[in-house]
């Protein structure tokens, strides 16, 4: 599957092919390409794996012939092209190039479906990364995944849809109870220029019965010179949302979530979804409660890991509102992509809850109390080694005896890796299963797994902590200390990920620190998890969020008000300052000065006092709270430190006036 928010394989190549519309990537088209590592770095891998292959022919140097046997690997191992991916990472290999050339051959290994490959590899890892938790969780997930493997039922029966071509095709959604909606980048798609990702044309929407017959483009205002892909559309078939990746010959390519409407039987000019921004990948769309509710895929600076799943409610005609993540025990440290749903059901695609392969097709549903129950991975024959996405169920379809369910999903395990559509129908288990040996029972236990991100916020003025956040980065070599029923002493490693597999039935407290940066506390708890009975594995992913340290620095605390000419702490005013006595306590080491400022009404001595009793309050709250009166120091500023100047006093709106009127706190040196 290749990856790009238009299909999985190509994101960027396509960034997994559009995600899989999402070409989630920004891949530049002006640089001159002057040899395969050139093509390589520009994301043009389809150029970049023929150029390496020449230049690997005429390489003498041992050291360079490796590292072109290395981005080779890669290369082929993006474009999803798996068997030459592997060749190319064992010469590598052979040729001493380094880690990540093992790395690489285990990730391909494992998405061949050869566990046992793969788990040697990241066994001789393990002696050398002792404390690795990526590669210990690896471990465990190619042990389930060969576990699963030998376990399979056999009560669903797969098949390819006569309607594939050699080419790149994958499921977007059922249309109109007869057909079926999909992408494909196939020789007959519009435009003449070719995807300089992949090699192939830039893919369209096509249409073709659920048989995979009468395939043709679908429609000419839809389709266009770019990509378009990952479609839904509302339950009456009158309008339809997808994803579009464009650009220019001098500007990167972004996708964009675009609708339009059917009206007299032809579909209007296709119009951008209100809350896309610009330089921001979106894609792969589905409708849920009713079309009330869109889920999509992008990747924003809120989000645990890569490509997370957002939702947005309808709010107005065309209209949505803005983009909330969706919860963590759907998302992760990884990449999630193509939801879609049915009824109370979302399915999606993961490559970091465990799975077997590559992308994994994952369930959830929505729970009375409205939260989401544990995603479970729907095993083979469904899913494989390869990535597997985009299930549709077919609600329109005409069961016959013994058959519970039938559907759709696309899959990468065809010819070259390229994405193909399967059709899916699922029997009664005693009906398929009346003739096999049951096996023994055995008792497996859950493995858990806490999967954690260290994060801090970026700000728009560095030196400011009251400038606007403008996006979250990540910490890596943070400690991350764990307390409670487990005493382990960690670091975050690349992008600020850290795992720990835990008991069940047990309490932990984790504090993560780093140096420049105020530490934090968090608990996580096993005890009373939504398990599933069905499954090996569960993952909780939490985020660790370190502030930076201002020093001397005024940081405003919002929500901290008095009433008027009293200095008494109200209620409202209580959880504020209850975050700050936590901050105090997982940073015994530093000490605060806690400052109050009026506005310019009054008289100055009378302000002088006013301010320096409300911040006097505020320092007697901390030591009931148990922070040691020698870490705090008041301070009031009467009107002396005006924040809004632009205004004189007798003129200034209230809104001005509340700027001023302000509780401060400062980390003192």
Request: proline fraction near 3%.
């Amino acid at each position: 599957m290749q990856t790009s928010l238009i299909s999985p394989s190509s994101f960027c190549q396509w960034a997994l092919m559009f995600m899989m519309t999402m070409v989630v990537c920004s891949c530049g088209f002006t640089k001159e390409i002057k040899n395969g590592e050139a093509a390589y770095e520009q994301k043009k891998y389809a150029l970049a794996a023929d150029m390496l292959k020449d230049e690997y022919k005429k390489q003498p140097n041992k050291r360079k012939a490796a590292k072109l046997s290395y981005l080779l690997g890669s290369s082929y191992e993006i474009l999803n092209e798996i068997q030459r991916s592997i060749r190319w990472y064992e010469k590598a290999v052979r040729a001493e190039y380094g880690e990540q050339a093992d790395r690489g051959l285990a990730r391909v290994h494992k998405q061949s479906g050869n566990y046992a490959a793969a788990l040697d590899i990241w066994k001789v890892l393990s002696k050398v990364h002792t404390q690795d938790q990526m590669i210990k969780r690896e471990i465990e997930i190619l042990k389930l995944a060969a576990e699963w493997d030998r376990d399979r039922q056999n009560t669903t029966k797969i098949f390819a849809l006569d309607g594939n071509s050699l080419f790149n095709d994958y499921i977007s959604a059922v249309y109109e109870g007869n057909y079926l909606v999909f992408t494909s980048d196939r020789k007959d798609a519009t435009g003449s220029d070719d995807y300089k990702w992949t090699g192939n044309k830039y893919s369209d929407l096509f249409i073709m019965d659920k048989e995979g017959r009468g395939v043709r483009r679908f429609d000419a205002e839809i389709n266009s010179n770019f990509n378009e892909g990952a479609a839904c559309f509302t339950q009456d078939f009158n309008k339809i949302i997808f994803t579009r990746c464009s650009g220019t010959e001098t500007a990167d390519s972004y996708c964009k979530l675009m609708y339009a409407k059917k009206k007299d039987g032809l579909w209007t000019e296709p119009q951008v979804i209100n809350f896309v921004v610009d330089n921001i990948n979106y894609g792969q769309p589905a409708l849920i409660e009713n079309d009330s509710v869109m889920v999509f895929c992008t990747k924003g600076p809120d989000g645990p890991g890569g490509y997370d799943l957002y939702y947005s409610e309808l709010v107005g005609d065309d209209e949505w509102s803005s983009p909330y993540l969706m919860p963590r025990s759907i998302n992760t440290a990884g990449n999630e992509y193509f939801p879609t749903s049915c009824r109370d059901t979302l399915y999606f695609s993961s490559d970091y809850h465990p799975g077997l392969g590559g992308l994994d097709i994952f369930k959830t549903y929505l729970k009375d109390d409205g939260s989401w129950s544990a995603p479970v991975n729907v095993r083979q024959p469904i899913n494989s080694s390869y990535d597997d996405f985009g299930l549709v169920i077919d609600e329109y379809a005409r069961l016959r005896r013994k058959e519970i369910e039938k559907g759709f999903f696309s899959t990468s395990r065809g010819t070259n890796g390229r994405d193909n559509i399967y059709s899916f129908t699922k029997y009664q288990l005693e009906e398929i299963q009346k003739d096999t040996v049951p096996k023994e029972d055995a008792k497996d236990e859950l493995a858990i797994y806490l999967a954690g991100k260290v994060i801090t916020h970026r700000y728009d003025d560095d030196e400011d902590p009251n400038s606007a956040v403008t996006g979250l980065e990540t910490l890596s070599d943070a400690r991350v200390e764990f307390s409670g029923d487990l005493t382990l002493d960690r670091r975050s490693g690349k992008d600020g990920l850290f795992i720990e597999k835990l008991d069940n039935g047990k309490a932990y407290r984790i504090k993560a620190s780093k140096p420049g940066y105020l530490s934090k506390t968090i608990k996580v708890s096993t005890r009373e998890l939504n398990l599933n009975p069905d499954e090996k594995s569960y993952t909780i992913n939490v985020e660790i969020k370190l502030d930076k340290i201002f020093y001397d620095k005024e940081i405003i605390l919002k929500e901290i008000y008095y009433d008027y000419n009293k200095w008494a702490i109200v209620d409202a005013a209580k959880p504020t300052l209850d975050r700050l006595s936590t901050i105090l306590r997982d940073n015994p080491q530093i000490r605060i000065q806690l400052s109050s400022h009026t506005d310019c009404r009054g008289e100055d001595d009378y302000n002088a006092e006013l301010s320096q009793k409300r911040a006097q309050s505020a320092v007697l709250y901390l030591v009931d709270r148990g922070i040691p009166f020698d870490r705090l120091q008041a301070q009031g500023y009467g009107e002396s430190q005006i924040a809004f100047q632009d205004c004189e006093c007798e003129y200034c709106t209230e809104a001005q006036h509340e700027i001023n009127r302000r509780t401060t706190f400062k980390i003192l040196r």
